[in-house]
């Protein structure tokens, strides 16, 4: 039985070599492309992905990423440290032949992060919505292509991170003032920008949200393949949902090791709680290991190098746990 376990995204530090040494020593079998958020605006995940898009350009501001009429420096600087970050992946994986993910800010979480030019979100108004969605796709086309083009035996795995989601959906996202809230964006216009932004890619799909309440009935219906979520955070109340994906086909990137510097428990006890999940859902123990895969719970920007390394090689022994010990 294969162990199934990978990373989030992010990683400390500023050095792209030695990241993606990490990420694919840690994980032979589904390596990823690293992030490195410490070296600044525009290696920061919503800066990388403001980079990725098409006709559509941000620079900094005190408050975040805005808006711009053509590219600067800040455009730039995003889309050098991606070459960078790609050119040291595609020298650890020369000859590589499985699967492998790339990670891109979903376009609700990018809406409410990227200010229009009176300083409001994106997220207020629709148009710019469809715009940002429609640039994104268009901008990950080129960049999954790049990436197929460097790692030719690659079976890329499309990870969206949208962690405001859950805030898009309720109503809670707050607006410059910081006084309101913007208003809820219906349910059925957050799924079908979702489903024509999966369609983009003819591979398996992720969406990761580190927050309280991920909708996995609406990504499922979305067409997403697999949901990425900070374990600890799951609920017995989403129980039902998340049997009704995992029965539809959806995996589960389950992630049960802290992102940030903590006590490690023996890895089969990392895994302890999935095993729990699933004699709840009343679903079979041998289906765990397929449709499961172990990630930290978050990214890793926020841990220190050594803990980095050691919670990525723990994930991958947890998985093992998992696979030889699905009860």
Known sequence: ?????????S??????????????????????????????????MIGRSLGLLVDLYAHVEPSGWRVSDRPGRDTRRARSWLGEDLDALEEFTQGYEGRLKVQAVGPWTLAAALELHGGEAALQDPGACRDLAASLAEGLHGHL?????????????????EPSLTAVLTGR?????????????????????????????????????????????LLRRAGANAVSFDFSLLTEREDE???????????????????????????????????????????????????????????????????????????????????????
Not at 1 to 9: L, P, S, Y
Not at 188 to 213: I, K, N
């Open 1 to 9: 039985m294969t162990a199934n376990a990978t990373g989030v995204g």
């Open 11 to 44: 990683l400390p530090g500023g050095d792209a070599r030695e990241a993606a040494k990490t990420a694919t020593g840690s994980f032979e079998d589904f390596p990823y492309l690293p992030e490195l958020p410490a070296r600044g605006p525009g290696a920061d």
């Open 145 to 161: 292509a790049d990436v197929r083009r460097r790692i030719p035996g690659a079976e890329i795995v499309l990870q969206f991170d």
């Open 173 to 217: 996202v707050r607006t410059a003032s910081g006084y309101r809230t913007y208003r809820a964006v219906d349910r059925q216009v957050v799924e079908g920008t979702l489903r024509e932004l999966f369609a983009v890619h003819d591979g398996d799909v992720v969406v990761h949200s580190c927050a309280p309440g991920v909708p996995f009935d």
């Open 241 to 327: 949902a998340v049997g009704e994906a995992v029965e539809s086909g959806v995996r589960l990137f389950a992630g049960v090791v802290p992102g940030t510097d903590a006590p490690l428990s023996d890895p089969g006890g990392s895994v302890m709680g999935v095993r729990k999940l699933w004699r709840r859902l009343g679903l079979a123990p041998g289906t765990l290991a397929e449709s499961v895969t172990v990630t930290p719970s978050c990214g890793l920007a926020g841990a220190s190098p050594a803990y980095a390394r050691a919670v990525q090689a723990h994930c991958a022994r947890a998985a093992r746990s998992l696979a030889d010990n699905p009860e």
